[in-house]
């Protein structure tokens, strides 16, 4: 392998976040989370899978090989792959895209589950030294605390089939992987002192001052609106199709998978999201990037006391805020909903003159999707 700073060249309009954390953070929903709520504000992002439980999930078992040579193919798997992702993004800029890289981990976390001696030897033996293998790679790090710290009722194996830590070694590898990161220039942590749609909140927080766009609060409001066209909207706006179903389930959680469509590529993405009760009053959600093969074979499982949700949704910024306008279809033909959230630039919303509101329903459980697909 031969020694590459791979951020040296990259250009203003790439940022690379390595996003990483001890076992069940939060990683996959915050990831497919950042994903749509980038693409809303005009990034082109990739994504950078991570590379041990693909590895795994491909059949390389942990055990069946010593832990040094383990780790030596996680690391030339994870090296690989981000420069691939780097490429890809220079011919993304060279159509003038602002483009997000975020690496599901990055190479400093096999210093967690190889040693620090250990993988100094690694980083040395393929041409690379801790500042090329964390400083000059990432423009950020942002670690997600384990759920065991903090959170113990949230902590599970089931949402990653390869994750086979238990609660202690959870913290210890958490611990390991946050200081592995801690010689970065640029590290951040989210911890579990909110609930997680908070701690969600605060990774998508710390990615917009990263990039410098207007920072949301944690406060949105939804408006009734008139309907609207698209030639009367005078800023920059991006639209893609939406379409969500409700699926069935044997208990009380709440599923659903979703797909979305950028109106100007064709390129669609798909969800699926599990919300449960953990205990009265309090929910957990996990959602999470799919493929379109699974989502069809999801689909079979639909719900059929909920008709699908389709809308297309325009989304643009007015005076350093963000909205959301979604246009509905089906059942809900004629409905016109905005979202908007509030930034540290404008904590007070100031609504765009070019957009007629009815009233205000933040509040109002009627116009949230569950309740609008079930059937009339």
């Not at 990034?43 to 832990?67: D, F, R």
């Not at 998508?204 to 609106?225: R, Y």
């Amino acid at each position: 392998m031969r020694k590459k700073n791979v951020l040296l060249n990259v250009g203003p309009k790439i940022t690379v976040i390595a996003i990483t954390g001890g076992p069940c953070a939060g990683k996959t929903t915050g990831l497919a989370y950042l994903y749509q709520k980038l693409r809303d504000r005009g990034y082109k992002v990739l994504i950078s899978p991570e590379s041990a439980t693909k590895l795994i999930t491909a059949g390389m078992t942990p055990g069946e090989l010593s832990n040094s040579i383990f780790q030596e193919e996680i690391l030339l798997d994870v090296v690989a792959q981000e420069e691939r992702m780097i490429s890809i993004a220079k011919r993304y800029a060279k159509i003038g895209k602002r483009v997000v890289v975020l690496c599901d981990r990055g190479v400093m976390d096999g210093e967690a589950y190889a040693g620090k001696a250990a993988f100094a030897r690694l980083l040395k033996k393929h041409s690379l030294n801790h500042h090329t293998a964390c400083n000059s790679r990432y423009h950020a790090v942002i670690h997600l605390r384990t759920a065991a710290l903090g959170a113990e009722k949230f902590y599970t194996l089931e949402n990653n089939s390869a994750r086979i830590e238990g609660h202690d070694r959870a913290i210890q590898v958490d611990e390991a992987t946050l200081d592995a990161w801690t010689r970065h220039h640029h590290p951040r942590v989210i911890d579990n002192s909110t609930d997680f749609d908070g701690k969600i909140h605060r990774l998508f927080e710390e990615v917009c001052w990263i990039l410098g766009d207007p920072v949301p609060l944690e406060k949105e409001d939804k408006f009734l609106i008139k309907s609207i066209r698209d030639k009367d909207i005078p800023v920059t706006w991006f639209k893609s199709l939406v379409t969500q179903f409700y699926l069935k389930s044997n208990d009380d959680s709440v599923r659903r998978i979703r797909s979305r469509a950028d109106i100007d590529n064709g390129e669609t993405t798909f969800y699926y999201t599990i919300k449960r009760e953990v205990e009265p009053g309090v929910r957990s959600e996990v959602e999470r990037m799919i493929s379109e093969r699974e989502f069809k074979r999801l689909l079979m499982e639909r719900d059929p006391d909920f008709d699908p949700i389709t809308k297309e949704r325009i989304c643009f910024f007015w005076k350093n805020q963000f909205f959301e306008l979604d246009r509905f279809f089906g059942q809900n033909r004629g409905l016109y909903l905005m979202e908007a959230e509030q930034t540290n630039l404008s904590p007070e919303i100031s609504l765009p003159p070019f957009v007629k509101v009815t009233k205000k329903v933040t509040a109002d459980k009627n116009y949230g999707n569950y309740q609008l697909a079930r059937k009339k």
